[in-house]
Antibody, heavy 119, light 110 residues
Framework: EVQLVESGGGLIQPGGSLRLSCAAS????????MTWVRQAPGKGLEWVSA???????SYADSVKGRFTISRDNSKNTVYLQMNRLRAEDTALYYC?????????????WGQGTMVTVSS | QSALTQPASVSGSPGQSITISCTGT?????????VSWYQQHPGKAPKLMIY???NRPSGVSNRFSGSKSGNTASLTISGLLAEDEADYFC??????????FGGGTKLTVL
């Protein structure tokens, strides 16, 4: 079965760090464009970061310099390292896979992992 | 990075058709044929409904259709069903490596 399972969320103080994980099954992350999308409580979707098949990465301006996306091919897992967290980073973080061959079309989503930044 | 503009809410009666607009700029919606639409029910992950402006993934009802004119993309749902009540989000590429979502539209089936 093709699926994504996120983990690593939790309650963290402002300025702290967290690493989110997105474990894939049924397909290989290295052969796919993978992305992180977040959704603040009661709000819309916000694109956060992406890693391309070739390994290049991209970030939204709101997280650039603080977040780092990476992947471990041996574990078939994508990560999001989040540093210098702020209250406005509080959200449900989804991992998603791009439909192969189709830009900006995410056909497989995880269930999300909640990050709460608060003192 | 400003979000794409969607109406906050739309409504329709069962059997009717509705259209949700998604307005961007020539740097995103108008510049790429990579517009997608997602349906999200409360407490659930988004579901891809339309990609590449007007294509439907396997398993998505043909009651859902997409189009684009200039800097505005549109999602039309025909023959509204109660199960269509959900939030809908558009998305567009903003460069070869970045993308942007719309603010979302709440669809109410009366």
């Amino acid at each position: 079965e093709v699926q994504l399972v996120e983990s690593g969320g939790g309650l963290i103080q402002p300025g702290g760090s967290l690493r989110l994980s997105c474990a894939a099954s049924g397909f290989t992350v290295i052969r796919n464009f993978m992305t992180w999308v977040r959704q603040a409580p009661g709000k819309g979707l916000e694109w956060v970061s992406a890693i391309h098949r070739g390994g290049s990465t991209s970030y939204a301006d709101s997280v650039k310099g603080r977040f780092t996306i990476s992947r471990d091919n041996s574990k078939n897992t994508v990560y999001l390292q989040m540093n210098r967290l702020r209250a406005e980073d509080t959200a449900l973080y989804y991992c998603a896979r791009e439909l192969p061959g189709h830009h900006n079309a995410f056909d497989i989503w995880g269930q999300g992992t909640m990050v709460t930044v608060s003192s | 990075q400003s979000a794409l503009t969607q109406p906050a809410s739309v409504s329709g009666s069962p059997g009717q058709s509705i259209t949700i607009s998604c307005t961007g700029t020539s740097s995103d919606v108008g510049g790429y044929d990579y517009v997608s639409w997602y349906q999200q029910h409360p407490g659930k992950a988004p579901k891809l409904m339309i990609y590449d402006v007007s294509n439907r993934p396997s398993g998505v009802s043909n009651r859902f259709s997409g189009s684009k004119s200039g800097n505005t993309a549109s999602l039309t749902i025909s023959g509204l069903l109660a199960e269509d009540e959900a939030d809908y989000f558009c998305s567009s590429s903003r460069s070869s490596i970045t993308l942007v979502f719309g603010g979302g539209t709440k669809l109410t089936v009366l």
